[in-house]
């Protein structure tokens, strides 16, 4: 029987600063960085109406990105949500395609065909963001399947709402992926809402951490507001996934600052709610800890902050001077076979 | 006495007469009570009936579609709301294996009076997964009625008598018309189910279409009337049963059919309408029935790709070119 670890170690001791190290420390900055400007930059082209239809961003969410950059491995594997433009820059896709994806354009990193909800990189072992609330889970174990079928020690990161937490589809993929000890690190970002609906509301079971228990599955709560615990519980999981023991599942505690799509102003909640997290934003948090630990300068940090401005400037203008796609390309990639008899009539 | 109201509006004006009327009628779905619906449409339904008969679900679409079909076996009458048609794929067993098969695998014994509601079609620039109708799909299935509608007087008389109907009714509304306007009384009134309305007379060729279409075909038959062309504009309302006698009888008029229908081609509502023309008025035909769909594709994000997929005016013009043998 595996062993089963069920905690909430949220409230564990801080981590010592001094445990990392300078670049990983800078790189998770950067990356928190580059997400919260990503974003804040698709919110203001949305506003001019360069981006359409449905846009979920990920400020507040941001800590996970980090700890994603820091704790995974490049040829792990990672499927996730619509909420997944932060998951996706944390992956290494280039800001640039993104945008220009954002923008329906043809050198959008899916040529225009999935905006804001489905990005794709097969470069990136990025296995996309997906739009029907809960599929990516039982698609996360596949991949998990998939691994352990040919043999390596590569893990499926599964990532998911909370309000995800409550379909079918997780309760059957936990079932299947612990009974055949698939390498699968199942991830719930609890933001503590799905759309309008606080995860009280969906449950008795308020510690989703818990659901894991039902099926042996070790599982715990983590602080997603720092890098550093969620950096760490990638890390502990990961261990016991690559040791063959099976899945994992972390419950990750976060927040997002801004509504749940550009077009909800989000008055379920309240203000000072919303502000105690802001009080905790990881960047800020991030930054004040590089500069009074001495992890780095201020010029160190501002040099990051520079050329992530640029780089997202040069983002949204690569985006705005791409070309649109050719109506024709609506029949390229429905099946890979080449000469497809559509029906034309 | 009646008054403009917008599609929102009729459809909860609908719901909330027929849970005054009959105290088994609920409405459960995600988001409909607290946040007062997805789209509105449940709007101030939670202040007046109350948290046991206006439900806020978690995202669970196969359990609770269920949920409705055992209430609804068990002598209650619920309303169960998809936030978008797209998502009810996940309660199809629920939908398909249960809901349409309790009266004939119960030998009778059993009905269920439910209806799946909520709005189907592409809605601007939602990409593959959020983009598609399912009026075919779920026409398909014996046992189940199939509504399409977005004018509001029809809207919400069709949807009184979906709530009343004893069997499973799938009702289908359109994401980007809910502010649509029309006249609407004050006054009760049922709209039958399976009945489709002539929307304008005329003699040269008959469009059908239901949904949202039907406001690409009005401007296309205001169009074509300055051109000099008389086209006769059939709203389906219902898809299941299907209205063949109304097609039929304009097809004797016209001699020539069109038929506008979001839905992909293959299978779709419109090769069946093509079909049974063929079957049932090949006498009258002056030419081939010509349908305009989606493109068959899955729909994608960018906005070239939106309007290479949808039909619109320009293709309906173009299309009834062709079964009048006009030259462009
Ligand atoms: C199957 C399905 N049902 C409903 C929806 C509509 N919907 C989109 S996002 C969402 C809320 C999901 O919340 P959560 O899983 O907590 O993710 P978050 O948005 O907080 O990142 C809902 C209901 C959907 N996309 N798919
Ligand atoms: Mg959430």
């Known amino acids: 029987m595996a062993e089963t670890l069920t905690k909430n170690s949220t409230d564990k001791a801080k981590s010592n600063s001094s445990l990392y190290n300078k670049d990983t420390y800078l790189k998770w900055f950067e990356v928190m960085y580059r997400v919260r400007r990503f974003e804040e930059q698709a919110l203001y082209a949305y506003s001019q109406q360069k981006i359409r239809g449905f846009c979920h961003v990920y400020i507040g969410q941001e800590a996970i990105a980090g700890g994603i950059a820091t704790a995974l491995r490049p040829e792990d594997k990672l499927v996730t949500a619509y909420r997944q433009h932060g998951v996706a820059l944390a992956r290494g896709l280039d800001s640039k395609s993104c945008m220009a994806e954002l923008y329906g354009k043809a050198t959008g990193v899916v040529k225009g065909k999935g905006g804001s909800m489905h990005f794709f990189s097969k470069e990136h072992n990025y296995f996309g963001g997906n739009g029907i609330v809960g599929a990516q889970i039982p698609i996360g174990a596949g991949i998990g399947l998939a691994e352990k079928y040919r043999g390596t020690d590569n893990l499926s990161m599964t990532m998911f709402g909370d309000g995800a937490a409550r379909q079918g589809a997780l309760y059957e993929s936990f079932n299947m992926a612990m009974t055949w000890k698939l390498p699968v690190l199942f991830v719930v970002e609890n933001n503590g809402y799905a759309m309008g609906t606080s995860v009280e509301r969906t449950s008795n079971v308020h510690d989703l951490y818990k659901i894991g228990a039902a099926f042996d599955m070790p599982s715990e709560a983590i602080d997603g507001m720092r890098p550093e615990s969620v950096h760490e519980g990638i890390e502990r999981a990961a261990a016991h996934i690559r040791a063959g023991k099976g899945p994992y599942f972390l419950e990750i505690k976060t927040y997002r600052y801004k509504g749940h799509s550009v077009s909800d102003p989000g008055k379920y909640r309240s203000k000072d709610e919303l502000q105690e997290y802001k009080d905790k934003d990881p960047i800020i948090i991030t930054e004040r800890n590089i500069i009074d630990n001495n992890i780095a300068s201020l010029e160190e940090i501002d040099t990051i902050k520079n050329n992530i401005e640029t780089e997202i400037s040069a983002a949204m203008e690569f985006a705005e001077n791409s070309p649109l796609p050719m109506a024709s390309d609506l029949y390229n990639d429905n099946y890979v076979q080449k000469d497809y008899p559509f029906i034309m009539d | ?288 029935i010509v349908r305009l769909n989606a493109a068959d594709t899955s729909l994608s994000y960018s906005s070239v790709y939106v309007e290479e997929y949808l039909p619109n005016p320009t293709k309906v013009i173009k299309a009834v070119k062709e079964v009048m043998y006009i030259n462009a």
């Open chain 2, 1 to 288: 006495m009646s008054r403009i109201i917008t599609l929102r509006d009729s459809l909860r004006e609908a719901m909330s007469e027929e849970m005054r009327r009959d105290e088994n009628v609920f409405l459960m779905g995600e988001e409909v009570a607290q946040y007062n619906g997805a789209y509105k449409v449940s709007k101030g339904m939670l202040d007046e009936f109350g948290e046991k008969r206006v439900i806020d679900t978690p995202i669970a679409e196969l359990g609770f579609a269920g949920i409705g079909v055992g209430a609804a076996m068990n002598g209650l009458r619920p309303i169960v709301e998809f936030m978008t048609w797209n998502f009810a794929v996940l309660a199809f067993d629920q939908i398909v294996n249960n809901a349409a098969k309790t009266l004939t695998q119960s030998g009778g014994q059993f009905t269920c009076p439910i209806v799946f509601r909520g709005p189907s079609g592409s809605a601007g620039q939602l990409a593959q997964q959020h983009s598609q109708t399912f009026e075919s799909w779920m026409a398909n299935t014996p046992g189940l009625k199939v509504i399409s509608i977005v004018d509001p007087y029809d809207a919400k008389g069709l949807l009184k008598s979906a709530i009343r109907d004893e069997d499973p009714v799938c009702f289908m509304e359109s994401e980007m018309l809910y502010g649509l306007k029309g006249e609407v009384p004050e006054e009760e009134y049922l709209v039958p189910i399976g009945k489709a309305a002539i929307r304008k007379e005329g003699s040269d060729v008959t469009i059908v279409s239901f949904n949202k279409m039907m406001e690409v075909c009005k401007i296309a038959v205001d169009e074509l009337a300055k051109e000099g062309i008389s086209a006769e504009l059939i709203d389906l309302r219902t898809i299941r049963p299907l209205d063949y006698d109304t097609l039929i009888n304009s097809l004797k008029k016209t001699n020539r059919m069109v038929v506008v229908d979001e839905s992909w081609p293959f299978a779709g509502v419109s090769a069946e309408i093509a079909y049974a023309m063929q079957k049932h008025a090949f006498d009258y035909l002056d030419a081939p």
